[in-house]
Structure formats: C-alpha cells, structure tokens
C-alpha cells in the first residue's frame, strides 16, 4: 500500500445515500441559483430564504444514512491509523457517521457559525435570521458553511498533506470548483500516483494516472479491497 493516501470526496460519494448532486441532471444547482443562495451576498440580502436552503439540506442529510463507500473509506482509514487523510467538499456528515475523521473543506451543515465573534457549535435542525450567537449574543448566527467567494478551510493542511502523498484519490467530484479541483495538480507535483472514481468523465480526468468508473458504492469498497490487499 502507498505510504500516505489523500483522498477528495464529492457530492458523487454521497449521490447513493439520497443526497443530490449539484451539477449532474436535476442537480441542485439546476434547481437554484448559486447567487440566491450560496453567496454572503445572498445572505445578506435575504438570510431566511438562505437559511431555508440550508435547514432543508441538514434534515436531507440528517435522514440519509452512509452508504458502502463512506464505510469502505472508514474501513481503510481504520486498518492504516495515520496514512489515510480524507479531505471532503461535502458538508453533510456521512464520512463521520462511518466513523471515519474527515477535514471539511467546506464546513458542516451540522455547525453554526457567528459571523461576529467566530464561535462554532452544533447547529439546531432550523436555524432562522436573527438567531443570537450563544457566545456574544449578537444576531449574526449563520450555517457554518463555506460559500462562493469564500476561503475554504484549512488549505495549509491540505497543501502539506498532497507535497507528502504517495498516492491521491478523488471520488465523486465534478472538478468544477477550486481549489478543490487543483489538488490532482498538487499531488502529481508531488510525485503521486493519482487515481478518479467517478460514475462518469469530470472536467480534470486527463490529469489522472487511471480511472475506475461506476457508481461510488461500488467502485469505492473494490478499490479499498484491492489497496489493503497490497
Ligand atoms: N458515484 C460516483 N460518482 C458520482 C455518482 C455516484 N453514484 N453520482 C454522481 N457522481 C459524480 C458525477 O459524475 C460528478 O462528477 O459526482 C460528481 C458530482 O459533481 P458536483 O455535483 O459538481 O459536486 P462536487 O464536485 O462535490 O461540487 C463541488 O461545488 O457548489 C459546490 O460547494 C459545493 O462542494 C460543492 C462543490
């Protein structure tokens, strides 16, 4: 087995536990403008129908459960403590649920966040405007979510981890969206072998190595078998 795997998850590695997508037919993205409600703009111009999205989005995920490929991840992480770093665009809680320990790049609909003072905590299943932040007490409480033209979460970590990585995995992402989708870039700077999982061809599959195309609860535990197998 490689020394150290990073591996990108996407909206694909959670598409078969019910949870959409966001640019695949039918994808969210299809269905709302990323201006009304994934912008601080949108936010600020009218956080109830921003808040509404994300409520919506916590209880989908909340009532969706993982499926084989989170837990085939979590299996892999488990049997290689240390080696196995999981980095997801994902914000729901599929990854954790499996038991595996996930950096998300792009907060956690389970989190609220005040926009005053930073403080984090676990976010009710409804947030609304004007919600007071249980720290400061200000009025500025929003989902804990990174939105377009914002910085995701901890790029430095993530930098180290792709210049250390032998080999670097990403499932289920579209490579639509940076920095996300340089990672491959990264990793093959680095000199790792890299390897796409995905149901179909994403906008950065010529900078992989090889390709193993199907659905992620499939493709993904084939994989893991065939790694620890090494
Ligand atoms: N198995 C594997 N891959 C799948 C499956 C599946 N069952 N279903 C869909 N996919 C793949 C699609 O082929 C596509 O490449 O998942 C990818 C989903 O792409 P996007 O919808 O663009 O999702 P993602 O790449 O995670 O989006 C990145 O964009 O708007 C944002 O912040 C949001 O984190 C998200 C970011």
Known sequence: MAEKIVILTGA???????????????????QVRIEDV???EAFARDPARVHAFYNMRRAAA???????AHHALA??????PGEVVIVTQNVDDLHGRAGAE???????????????????????PEM??????????????????VWFGEMPHRLDDIADHLAACSLFAAIGTSGAVYPA??????ARAAGADTVELNLGASDVSPLFHRRL???????????????LAQ
């Open 213 to 227: 195309t199907g659905p992620a609860s499939r493709v993904v535990p084939d994989w893991v078998d065939t790694l």
């Open 181 to 186: 989708a340089g990672f491959v870039r990264e």
């Open 102 to 124: 996930v950096l998300h790049m792009h907060g956690a609909l389970a989190r609220a966040l005040c926009a005053s003072c930073g403080e984090t905590w676990a976010a009710p």
């Open 75 to 80: 299996r892999l992480q488990r049997d290689h």
């Open 38 to 40: 994934a912008t601080p």
């Open 62 to 68: 909340a009532a969706a459960a993982p499926n084989p």
């Open 128 to 145: 609304a405007p004007g919600d007071p932040c249980p720290a400061c007490e200000r009025p500025a409480t929003r989902p804990d979510v």
């Open 12 to 30: 694909g590695i959670s598409a078969e536990s019910g949870l959409g997508t966001f640019r695949d037919a039918d994808g969210l993205w299809s």
